[in-house]
């Protein structure tokens, strides 16, 4: 009895096999887009947060520099603007006569208020000649006191200052490090995916690049109000030197 023969049409089997075929390569297609645009989102958050710990380190760095420049420009400009007010107000008022007092009488006048830089040192140098009137040579007492008080005044206004200069120098090399460490991890990447195509060297730059950016932010400020406030400073200082100058020769005059 001859035996029954299955025949299996070919088309079937071929739509099958191509089925099985073509489910793994969508599926791997599906995860690499899902993996590249994960990858490729750059923005800043995530640039930070797919970085190398070194990296996040020096942008933390960086972050925190650039943080304590701006309040430290912000105090500043406070600072030396109401204290260039102050010192010109008392300035107009004492070269004007001291509305109409004596200097004595002026030098207790400021020694109750003692509100600003300027009557600070005026103060400082007439409590040689007013308050101590039994000593002798009062007008070498009163120059070295004028002094001190100047440079107390200065180095007040000063303080801080420096670290804008540190950061508008360190800022952009610490930066640079980070970049350069950055686009060594990408390398080592491409090394280890074998794959140089955009989309995976892409983010590995990016990241290492924003470091050096986040350096600059940090550093350009810094600089920028560095030099100003030396400027603003100077002025202070020159003012403060032509006060001490024709207050020393008035001290030479009337107690010597």
Known sequence: MPQEKTVIPTQA??????????????????????????????????????????????????????????????????????????????????????????????YYEMKDKNENPMSRIFVAGMFECYEKKGKRRPMKRAERALMNASMRELNFIEKNIPFLATVGSAGPFLGLFGTVWGIMNAFQNIAVTQNTSLAVVAPGIAEALFATAIGLFAAIPAVIFYNKFNGEISKVSHDIDDFIDELVIYIDREFE
């Open 13 to 106: 089997v071929t739509t099958q096999t191509n089925e099985t075929i073509t489910a793994p390569i969508q599926n791997v297609a599906s995860e690499q887009i899902t993996g590249m645009s994960s990858a490729n989102d750059l923005s800043f958050m995530n640039l930070f947060m797919q970085a190398d710990f070194v990296v996040q380190g020096v942008m933390l760095l960086l972050i925190v520099a650039s943080i304590a420049c701006w309040t430290i420009i912000f105090q500043k400009f406070a600072l030396i603007s109401s204290s260039r007010k102050k010192m010109a107000s008392f300035l107009n008022l004492f070269w004007e006569g001291r509305g109409g007092k004596t200097m004595e009488e002026f």
